[in-house]
């Protein structure tokens, strides 16, 4: 019987058990709520951590985990970790954020427009097109609102890894290039 060690130099928070196990956890609220204040952009507290399964609404539909679901104030904020970057996941992971918005809803109940939705995917091998941190919300061709209480963030972790190894010292590019780098690398950059 061979017993392999894991090879700890070669682990990164962008894989979906790793990021679960660091930030889903109470112990890893307080990072969590760091990354969320980069992207975000403003001070943030999580009030709770939300069931991550999505419920069937048929016995032949396989099941829905998500990678994070949590409260901020009048925020339901939804996370997804993609290893990598195609149309197709993008539209799972909005599939998901919408259910997540209807499981939120009671039938019968009144909407509350006050009430926001955010979906954070975490991205990697989206190529340089794209910025740092995406951020799209619903609205006509000349940037009219039609709901303005749902957004998505698209953030570009090869893009903060790229920007930290070319020197860049904000501590936003340097905590979202960390989801993407090794501890060795970490340790390069941290300083």
Known sequence: MTITTIDKTNIKPKNDAIFKAIFGTKSGKALLEILLKDILD??????????????????????????LLVRIKEELVHIEVNSSYSKIIRFRNFVYFAGIILLDHKI???????????????????GKKHKLIDVYKLQNDDQEEYIGN????????????????????????????????TEDEIEKYKG
Do not use: F, W
């Open 108 to 126: 019968g109940g009144i909407y509350n427009e006050k009430q926001k939705y955010i979906s954070i995917n975490l991205t990697t091998k989206m």
């Open 42 to 67: 403003k001070e943030v507290n999580i009030i709770e951590y939300r069931n991550r399964e999505l419920p069937k609404i048929s016995a032949t539909e396989k099941t829905k985990i998500i990678d």
């Open 150 to 181: 749902i957004k998505v963030y698209e953030v570009n972790i090869d893009k903060a890894k790229t920007l930290c190894q070319n020197g860049d010292k904000r501590e936003k590019v340097k905590h979202i290039a960390a989801l993407g780098m």
